[in-house]
């Protein structure tokens, strides 16, 4: 049965306008800032008077022609901190451990992204153009795009290392959910990103060195840089230069992280697709750094903040849904412990999980075949068919 789904996408395009243009957005980012730090300041008055935040209504009226800035791009910053404090208040009532000490959005920002919803974007897809809205009695800021995509939502305005556009769209697919009954599990690692093995025995593992090595070069090389820029003074010409050289070096890594993710989860949906499987569950992460400040070692907080997981998951999970897969969170708690032949616990010291009834076999396999026959009526308890990949 064809289901139709809406897929929006992002893609990055340097900046390219005349100089008068470029004069112009050069100053926008911080405009919207200004508009940010405003929508602090009204807020926090109003909330100390009424007990309660400004409405979405309250705030456009307040900061309604206040600004040298486009209207839509007013109404784009304001929605960002009406969305933010939203959060906050979704964060309090979660009531975890230190939803009391969130709180509401305070910092004053010097730069934020300007932003053009699809009323003030005007494509001109022969001429391969982009006109966008600027401020009353100034002509559109004229941008050329090669490629233009269709059904372009937003527009953001970002720098990196150079001004680029952020041209999000939507775009319609006609997927077929498959009915097979076939499943599988993730164990996310450090080491190994994507462990995983099915109803059927079928077993992957996909490799995280190429990430690890990226980030790794990366921090060597941003360290070298902060440490030239830590002798000049600041302000001064040649520290400028480094800030931007900086700033070049973390995005050219982080495109190259990126790529390697978007390698490694397509290897592993297309893995799915091979074996028709139409569930994947894999565990809940979302409490592995939280509250671990002061509880873990230097070296520790370095290898959790190398591990990429956030982005693998959230690349997983729209790929899944364009090839019709299903992807659940679910709790792993214990499953790289836990024996799958007598159920008892046991903390393996290596990569190797040892347990004292005979059973053996590599830690990664076990925290997945556990997940699998928690969740689904499996008794697996060894692979019968494995794949390691990595990416070039």
Not at 66 to 80: E, N
Not at 82 to 92: E, G
Request: with cysteine; net charge positive.
């Amino acid at each position: 049965m064809g289901v139709l789904i809406i897929i929006y996408k992002t893609i990055f395009v340097p900046l390219k306008c005349n100089n008068k243009d470029f004069e112009y957005i050069h100053l926008l980012n911080g405009i919207s800032a200004q508009v940010w730090n405003y929508c602090i300041k009204i807020d926090e008055e109003y909330t100390s008077q009424n007990k309660i935040g400004m409405t979405l209504s309250q705030l456009e009226f307040e900061t309604k022609q206040k600004f040298p800035l486009h209207a839509k791009g007013i109404h784009h910053i304001v929605f960002k901190y009406y969305r933010a404090r939203n959060a906050m208040w979704a964060s309090r009532k979660a009531n975890h451990k230190n939803s009391k000490q969130v709180k509401l959005p305070y910092k004053e920002k010097k730069y934020m992204p300007t932003g053009w919803d699809s009323q003030s974007i005007h494509p001109e897809y022969k001429n391969n153009k982009i006109r966008l809205t600027s401020l009353k009695g100034i002509r559109q800021v004229i941008c050329h795009v090669k490629n233009i995509p269709e059904n372009i939502v937003e527009i953001e305005l970002i720098y990196k290392d150079k001004y680029y556009l952020a041209i999000k769209y939507k775009k319609e697919n006609n997927i077929i959910r498959t009915e097979l009954n076939n499943q599988t599990s993730i164990d996310l690692g450090e080491i190994h990103a994507i462990t995983s093995i099915d109803k059927l025995g079928n077993c992957i593992i996909i490799t995280n060195r190429k990430i690890r090595s990226l980030v790794r070069l990366k921090d060597k090389r941003q360290a070298e840089l902060l440490s030239l820029r830590s002798r000049c003074k600041e302000g001064s010409n040649r520290s400028k230069k480094y800030t931007k050289a900086i700033y070049k070096i973390r995005y050219k890594y982080d495109r190259k992280i990126n790529d390697a993710i978007h390698k490694m989860t397509r290897m592993y949906l297309n893995w799915c697709v091979e074996n028709k499987v139409s569930r994947i569950d894999y565990g809940d992460l979302d409490t592995t750094t939280r509250d671990s400040k002061g509880k873990l070692s230097e070296y520790m907080n370095h290898k959790l903040n190398m591990w990429r997981f956030g982005e693998i998951i959230e690349k997983l999970t729209y790929k899944s849904n364009n090839v019709g897969i299903e992807l659940v969170k679910i709790s792993e708690a214990y499953s790289s412990q836990t024996c799958p032949a007598c159920d008892k616990r046991h903390k393996p010291k290596s990569r190797n999980y040892i347990c004292k009834c005979g059973y053996s076999q590599h830690r990664d396999i076990v925290g997945a075949i556990n997940i699998l026959n928690w969740y689904t009526n499996s008794k697996i308890t060894k692979y019968t068919k494995k794949v390691y990949l990595q990416i070039a």
